[in-house]
């Protein structure tokens, strides 16, 4: 709370990495993560539209604290219509968006049904379709509606939200512990193949858009601080080079470079922000 009163509109001292002008769309930002960018964003003097199939009180905060700058939209990645109501709202209400973060994702959490987090070989068929739907048909809908709209004025940069397990494959044995205890749980399949499909989505992007003032870029995480069970944090954090899982705000810094002009040269690269996990 005592984040968000912090003055409305500040522009970043440096203007390489200043967004003060941009109007930022944000996916799935009542989650962990979104609402921590759309934080980051307004404190230094953007506008932000928040889409997410629910509001959250945290949203509450930053729609109270932001009034002029910040939008909340409910609506779904995966219906394509839900997204053009949006872009047309937002078009009347403070322009065409100049960035889009594509974050709404889903994973299954640890206490996802038995057979989401059992085998690979009866891993659920219905499983798979609602990941590959949110998490990339979602990330397709939503460049195809706001980069589409992106391309009518030459200019923007998308974000494309992946995580270490689209890069490599999850690390079963950091669940190990639970299988000792009896449980039958590895870390499914799906979420890591959307992730991995988000890479070739950006570079296919990149390269379409290149001669439009289109960036699109992916922004590869690693895990976040979020009250994870002792056993887990033991077995990640001795798997990390860096000893520790990401704070909430660790990768504002790359979101901002890759929002404003710090980043003009970039286009169809994933920048890295894991802590080192990949280096091993
Ligand atoms: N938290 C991590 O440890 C971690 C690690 C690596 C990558 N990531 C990535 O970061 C992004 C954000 O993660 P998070 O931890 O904040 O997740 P989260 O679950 O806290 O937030 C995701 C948000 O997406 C929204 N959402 C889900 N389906 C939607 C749909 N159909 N339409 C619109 N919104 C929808 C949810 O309501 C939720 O608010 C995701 O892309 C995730 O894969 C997270």
């Known amino acids: ?15 390489l990495f ?12 009542s989650g962990q993560l979104g609402s921590e960018y759309a ?15 629910q509001s959250s009180e945290e949203i509450n905060r930053l729609s109270a604290s932001f009034p002029k700058h910040f939008f909340f939209y409910e609506a779904d990645v995966t219906d394509k219509s839900s997204l053009e109501s949006v ?5 009347k209400k403070i322009g065409t968006p100049t960035v889009l973060i594509n974050n709404a994702a889903l994973d299954s959490p640890p206490t996802a049904p038995l057979q989401e987090n059992g085998p690979f070989e009866s891993y659920p068929e219905a499983s798979w379709d609602t990941i590959m739907d949110v998490n990339l048909k979602g ?30 494959s999850p690390d079963q044995s950091l669940y190990g512990y639970r299988r000792q205890r009896g449980e039958v749980f590895y870390k499914p399949v799906a979420y890591a193949v959307s992730k991995s499909g988000i890479l070739n989505l950006t570079r296919y992007l990149a390269v379409y858009w290149a001669q439009n ?28 080079p860096v000893g520790r899982m990401a704070n909430g705000d660790d990768y504002n810094g790359a979101v901002i470079f890759l929002a404003s002009q710090a980043s003009r040269y970039m286009t169809g690269a994933n920048l890295i922000v894991d802590g080192g996990w990949t280096a091993i």
């Open 213 to 240: 003032g289109i960036r699109v870029n992916t922004l590869t995480l690693a895990g976040v601080w979020n009250n994870q069970d002792q056993d887990f944090l033991n077995a990640y954090c001795g798997r990390i």
């Open 139 to 168: 990330v397709f809908h939503c460049c195809q509606v706001f980069g589409g709209a992106m391309t009518e004025q030459s200019y923007g940069s998308i974000i494309n939200i992946a995580s270490i397990y689209g890069l490599v």
């Open 39 to 53: 934080k980051a964003l307004l404190q230094r003097g953007a506008s932000v539209v928040g889409l997410d199939l």
């Open 18 to 29: 200043d967004v003060s002008d941009e109007i930022v769309l944000i996916t799935g930002v």
């Open 1 to 15: 709370m005592a984040m968000c009163q912090l003055v409305e509109k500040s522009m970043s001292s440096d203007q």
């Open 87 to 91: 872009r047309i709202e937002v078009e």
